[in-house]
């Protein structure tokens, strides 16, 4: 990007609501209408993925779905799938100190939207035209079993489901057919509005200037659907994590505790799987901001088990090779 713009950066879970958590409701739209009183150009907002343990958008579930707890509750009233009261009774009011209370909307926000699933017409054209194009299969599927196997980590599963014995998911997909759909719903719902959202920002101007993680998490979709892009030993569990080392910011260094990318596997299929990431990101936002880019360049590697980021080794990433052919897309550093 060559242009120069003004914007303000605001995540969409810091906006005021009655439910505990920022969502795409009227709040939403008040921002843009402040922004363009504002003379700004663009929103930029956090990564809109689900978070894992530790409540952080940049530790994922999955780097292509979106968190339900976006989902605006307001929005579900007006669609009929639930009542003002219903919305009442799951309320989230938050912590005392101003902050999202995420173990309270873990154990509240799933159950109500659960609730409008039920209500909701999955014979719709609009929903099944979104179920064939398998999307969010993987993610889906994914979260019904980590429900299944009481919200563990990907490392805690049965062995038959963390390496995805074919017969095993054949089994589990048909005997859990509606768990999987609703965490279909919660991406079809994420989206529609979203996209009302967004189409409402860029009708007054406004572009939206996504972030996206340079990492994912061990605990993820990509990490059980497609092991093989990711530097996992036999048992399928990092060697060695990601992090930086130390600087005038932290004297440990920063230990994030990231798989690390296999870049010499995906270079063999053209980086198929990060032009896919970027697609979907861009279909999202105007604008992509990748964090720690540098990580193309040269990538820090330290050793599982380690307490801090002090001891360390740097390795090539897929510097200029990995963007050839995206150097008119729309990403920012």
Not at 50 to 67: L, V, W
Not at 87 to 93: F, H, I, V
Not at 103 to 121: Q, T
Not at 137 to 150: Q, R, V, W, Y
Request: overall charge negative.
């Amino acid at each position: 990007m060559k242009e120069r713009y003004a914007g303000i950066l605001l995540p969409i879970t810091a906006l005021p609501s009655p439910y505990g958590v920022g969502s795409f409701g009227k709040a939403a739209r008040d921002f843009v209408d402040f922004l363009v009183k504002a003379g700004q150009r663009i929103w930029q907002v956090l990564p809109l993925v689900p978070t894992g343990y530790g409540d952080s958008p940049y530790s994922s579930s999955c780097a292509i779905a979106g968190s339900p707890y976006l989902i605006d509750i307001d929005i579900l009233i007006g669609q009929g799938l639930i009542t003002p009261e219903e919305a009442e009774k799951y309320r989230c009011d938050g912590r005392s100190d101003g902050r999202v209370d995420y173990e309270a909307l873990f154990y509240r926000r799933i159950p109500m939207l659960k609730l409008a699933f039920s209500r909701f017409d999955r014979g719709s054209a609009e929903f099944r035209a979104f179920l064939d194009l398998g999307e969010y299969n993987d993610f889906s599927t994914f979260m019904a079993l980590k429900e299944a196997h009481g919200w563990k980590a990907l490392s805690l599963w049965e062995e038959k489901y963390r390496t995805r014995d074919s017969e095993a998911l054949k089994e589990f997909t048909e005997s859990n057919a509606d768990e999987i759909l609703f965490w279909q719903f919660t991406q079809f719902e994420f989206l529609r509005q979203w996209r009302e959202l967004k189409d409402y920002a860029n009708g007054r101007g406004i572009e939206i200037m996504g972030d996206m993680p340079l990492y994912v998490s061990e605990d993820s979709t990509e990490v059980w659907a497609h092991p093989e892009l990711f530097m996992l030993d036999e048992d399928g569990a990092p060697s060695e994590v990601a992090g930086v080392p130390p600087d005038y910011f932290s004297e440990d260094g920063q230990l994030w505790g990231n798989p690390l990318y296999n870049w010499p596997r995906m270079k063999e299929d053209g980086y198929a799987w990060w032009t896919a990431r970027l697609r979907k990101a861009l279909s999202l936002y105007d604008i992509v901001r990748i964090d720690h880019f540098r990580g193309f360049d040269r990538f820090y590697a330290i050793a599982e088990g380690s307490l801090n980021a002090k001891q360390g080794v740097w390795y090539d990433g897929p510097k200029e090779g990995l963007f050839e052919d995206k150097k008119d897309w729309r990403i920012v550093a």
